[in-house]
T-cell receptor
Framework: ETGVTQTPRHLVMGMTNKKSLKCEQHLGHNAMYWYKQSAKKPLELMFVYSLEERVENNSVPSRFSPECPNSSHLFLHLHTLQPEDSALYLC????????????FGPGTRLTVL | DAKTTQPTSMDCAEGRAANLPCNHSTISGNEYVYWYRQIHSQGPQYIIHGLKNNETNEMASLIITEDRKSSTLILPHATLRDTAVYYCIVIHGAGSYQLTFGKGTKLSVIP
């Protein structure tokens, strides 16, 4: 596989469920990102990992928990979400030092019931 | 980062050049102009970026005015697959983790 992949592509969960979103990049990048895109709103940066360390956390509720076990993989663990968390969750990667040139995955469409 | 202004929407006939303008009148000397696009229900895609010289790659050309207050993204032969929202972003030269996407221009390529 090439580029940035995300699984699952679609997810429906209840408010009491625990689920995880997975992102994998095959580009040799060393920075990875989680973004949230709600309907008719601009992209919102949630988390940034550079060289496997979290470097940004933009006031995201604790019900979202990121994990970056290595430079190729990024997870977003979800628990006790709210219906307003329904959105498209996008993962991206870049080279550290070229962080304005980000490569995005196709996203996970999350619906919270 | 400087603010950008783009038209809300544009149409372009298939096979013709699509010229997408962007105003960034408050841009500073060390800020770059980046272009991304987002096809419906997909992640954004990097297209091109530049500082002050015109740039070209396999996807598009970027023309930046001499005073750097505006730029134009040119898709030389638009296809139906180029229908997307196009975002012009101004970013500090040191690079930024935060890509601030505005509302962009919705380009519709018409058969």
């Amino acid at each position: 596989e090439t580029g940035v992949t995300q699984t699952p592509r679609h997810l429906v969960m209840g408010m009491t469920n625990k689920k995880s979103l997975k992102c994998e990049q095959h580009l040799g990048h060393n920075a990875m990102y989680w973004y949230k895109q709600s309907a008719k709103k601009p992209l919102e940066l949630m988390f940034v990992y550079s060289l496997e360390e979290r470097v940004e956390n933009n006031s995201v509720p604790s019900r979202f928990s990121p994990e970056c076990p290595n430079s190729s993989h990024l997870f977003l663990h979800l628990h006790t979400l709210q219906p307003e968390d329904s959105a498209l969750y996008l993962c991206a990667s870049s080279l550290e030092g070229q962080q304005s040139e980000q490569f995005f995955g196709p996203g996970t469409r999350l619906t919270v019931l | 980062d400087a603010k950008t202004t783009q038209p809300t929407s544009m149409d372009c006939a298939e096979g013709r050049a699509a010229n997408l303008p962007c105003n960034h009148s408050t841009i500073s000397g060390n800020e770059y102009v980046y272009w991304y696009r987002q096809i419906h229900s997909q992640g954004p895609q990097y297209i091109i970026h530049g500082l002050k010289n015109n740039e070209t790659n396999e996807m598009a050309s970027l023309i930046i005015t001499e005073d750097r207050k505006s730029s134009t993204l040119i898709l030389p032969h638009a296809t139906l697959r180029d229908t997307a929202v196009y975002y012009c972003i101004v970013i500090h030269g040191a690079g930024s983790y935060q890509l601030t996407f505005g509302k962009g221009t919705k380009l519709s390529v018409i058969p």
